[in-house]
């Protein structure tokens, strides 16, 4: 038995501009990591380095651009690395419906917990990210 991770928001965004922000390293490094590499593409690896204690990869598992990207990981702690997260978008009136999983999590532990909760806050960072400009420093975000 696996535990999943589920968040749906609407961002006043095209679905262009949400995709660059949940896809390209210049963007995800405003809401989300320290410092990122990678391209969007089709297996390709990804950085996501938090510290140098959480300095993790995964490869892009699933790809149609402006509208999905998964990411499975590859190298992270025992609680992540079976796992794989997906940002999938669709038109919504005058924006774009995100709808965001993070599955294959081993355990509801507290570790699981702790990050749906972080996945929230940083989703709303990314919102207010594309609609208002704002970046949260680094050291803010939970």
Same mark, same amino acid.
């Given at each position: 038995? &696996? ?16 995709? #660059?922000?949940? &896809?390209?390293? %210049?963007?995800? #490094?405003?809401? $989300? ?5 990678? !391209? ?5 690896? *990804?950085?996501?380095?938090? !510290?140098? %204690? *959480? ?5 892009? @598992?699933?790809?149609?651009? #402006? &509208? ?5 990981? !590859?190298? @992270? /702690?025992? #609680? $992540?690395?079976? !796992?794989?997260?997906?940002? %999938? ?11 965001? @999983?993070?599955?294959? $999590?081993?355990?509801?532990? /507290?570790?699981?917990? *702790? &990050? ?12 207010? *990210?594309? %609609? ?11």
């Amino acid at each position: 038995m &696996s535990f999943n991770i589920y968040h749906n928001l609407i961002i006043n965004a095209s679905q262009k501009e949400v995709f #660059d922000a949940v &896809s390209k390293p %210049e963007h995800l #490094d405003n809401w $989300w990591s320290l410092k990122s590499t990678g !391209t969007p593409e089709l297996e390709a690896e *990804y950085n996501l380095n938090f !510290t140098e %204690e *959480y300095n993790w990869f995964c490869k892009v @598992s699933k790809i149609e651009p #402006d &509208s999905i990207i998964a990411f499975k990981m !590859t190298v @992270s /702690d025992k #609680d $992540w690395n079976p !796992t794989t997260f997906q940002f %999938e978008l669709e038109p919504y009136k005058e924006g774009t419906m995100l709808k965001f @999983s993070h599955v294959n $999590w081993p355990e509801a532990n /507290d570790h699981f917990k *702790y &990050s749906s909760f972080c996945w929230a806050m940083l989703l709303n960072g990314l919102k207010n *990210y594309l %609609e208002k400009g704002i970046i949260v420093p680094f050291e803010e975000r939970n």
